[in-house]
C-alpha cells in the first residue's frame, strides 16, 4: 500500500555496514540463532517499511555482510528477509578485499539473486519518479576504489549521488588516533560535484547539511550497545537527507563493564577483560563459558552478584 503523498517526499532511502551474521556479537548475550535472527529480520523490516513506495530505492554503503563468505543460512536468511537493494560492495563483502573474488561471495551471490544490484563508478544509474521531481542519479565507488568528483554537468532535474565504502569521519565521530586525511573536510575536492554522498565504513553516523549534503549513517547492526541513535537517512525530493532513528527496543545487549564490575574484576583490567569477552563472541565462542569458568576461580562474593551475572548472561534487556 502507497504512504499519503508529499510536496517533498522521500525518494531513497540511505544506509551503511548491514553486517548480516549468523552468531550474534559478544554484547548480545546468550541467545538461539533463531532469535538472533529475528532481531536482524526486524531491523530489515524497518528499512523496508521506510519506503513510501515499492520502488523507492534503498542504498547501501558497503558491508552487507559481516564475512564475505557468510553460511547458506545467512545467505537464505538474506534473500527471504531483505529487501531489494542497490549496493556498494564493503571490505567486509570481498574475499582478500578483492573485487576480483567477488564471485566467491555472499554479496556475489546476492546480486544473482537479483537482490543485491551492484553500483559502479561507470554510467548513471537513474531512478525516475513520472516527472514529478527531480530524478536520482546514482554512482558506487567500492573498498577499495577512492570517491572521485562528479564532473558531469550539473542538471535542475537531477540530484546526482555518490555511494562509497570509504571511512570518514567529524572530529566527533572518529577512532582515537584518527587521521587529518579521514576528515570529511579532507574529502571537499572528492565530494565535488555531487548533490549527496553517502558514506559507509565508519559505525559513528554523522549528517553534514553541505553542499554537499554528507551522510554517514553508522552501522545498522552494531557490535555493543548503542551510545548514540542508530540512524537511516531519508533523502527527500528537495536533495535534503533526514535522519530517521532506528527502534532498538526489540534488540538485547548485556552490559559487559557492568558484568566485569560486578564479577570484581580490578577496574584497571576491566577494559581489557571486556575486550577478551568481545573478541570471543566476535569468534563465535563461548564468552559466557569464559565468565562463568573465571566466577567458579574467583568466587563472586555473594549470591546476588552471581545471580546478577547469570541472568544478564541470559539476554537481560538493556
Known sequence: MKKKSSTNPVIAILTADVHLREKPPGDRGVMTRERWYEIQAGYLKQLD??????????????????????????????????????????????????????????????????????LGPGDEVAFGNGGRFPILLAR??????????????????????????????????????????????????ACRGWDVVLFGDNHQGFLVAGPPVVFNAGAVLRDRSPTSPQVVGKLRADGTVQAHVLDVSADEFVDLKAVAKKLGVPEGKR???????????????????AVKRWMRKHEPKNDQTERFVLEALEGGRK
Open 140 to 189: 558506487g565507488f567500492r573498498h577499495g576504489l577512492p570517491l572521485e568528483a562528479c564532473v558531469a554537468k550539473r542538471r535542475k532535474d537531477a540530484i546526482r549521488l555518490a555511494v562509497t565504502h570509504e571511512y570518514v569521519c567529524t572530529r566527533r565521530t572518529g577512532h582515537a588516533g584518527v587521521r587529518r586525511s579521514d576528515l570529511v573536510s579532507s574529502k571537499a575536492a
Open 271 to 289: 577494559a581489557a577483560f571486556v575486550a577478551g569477552l568481545r573478541k570471543l563472541g566476535a569468534a563465535g565462542l563461548d564468552f559466557p563459558g
Open 49 to 118: 517499511d521506510l519506503r513510501p513506495d515499492w520502488d523507492t530505492p534503498i542504498f547501501v554503503a558497503g558491508d552487507l555482510f559481516d564475512r564475505c563468505d557468510a553460511s547458506p543460512s545467512v545467505i537464505n536468511f538474506a534473500i527471504e528477509h531483505l529487501p531489494e537493494v542497490w549496493a556498494v560492495a564493503g571490505n567486509h563483502d570481498l574475499p582478500n578485499h578483492s573485487w576480483e573474488n567477488v564471485d566467491h561471495s555472499a554479496y556475489g551471490t546476492l546480486m544473482r539473486a537479483g537482490k543485491v544490484h551492484n
